[in-house]
């Protein structure tokens, strides 16, 4: 077959998948956006959460929805994909993926978002409770990590190998000259 041949199927497949993805990608966008709006809208200045845990979700849930009015999302989607997010890397810090580990370690930011919002009364101990919170869970979310380098050596063949055995080399005959001696040539 003609190169020429081979490389215009070879793009037309190639165009084939870009179009494949890219409707696979407009299926994907709409029934995570659907999933994210079923979520009930955040409530501010509402007390639907009791305990500490209502002194770290109140807090984000009116930071998330004071900013969150003029974009394209709204505040439930936003307080959702927060959630998801925090859980998806607590699980799979939990099972050792590094790239969890990083996203629930920079999802610590939270305390940021508690910190802006919460009364100036008690700011501080509601920052001091979503930081111990979030310390407590990051036992079980950075189980196993380690900051000391790990170092594999590995020397192939590096033992000596020791045989029960006796090599005798063959030895020359009495009329055979040694190997190494060469005659002088005149």
Known sequence: MAHWIKAALALAGIA??????????????????QLFTAVLGVQIGTETTTGLWAVIDQPIRTYLAARTQHLAVSAS?????????????????????????????????????????????????????TTLTWTLASVLALRGLSLRPLVHNHIHNAAPQIRPEIHIPAQPGPDTPPKNIRPLRH
């Open 77 to 129: 989607t936003a307080y959702t994909l927060w959630q998801i997010t925090g859980l998806a890397g607590l699980i799979g810090g939990f099972a050792g993926s590094t790239g969890a580990r990083i996203t629930w370690t920079a999802w610590g930011a939270t305390t940021a978002m508690v910190w802006t919002t919460a009364p100036a009364d008690g700011r501080i101990v509601a920052t001091g409770i």
């Open 16 to 33: 084939a998948l870009l179009v494949l993805l890219n409707a696979a990608a407009g299926i994907l966008t709409t029934a995570v956006n």
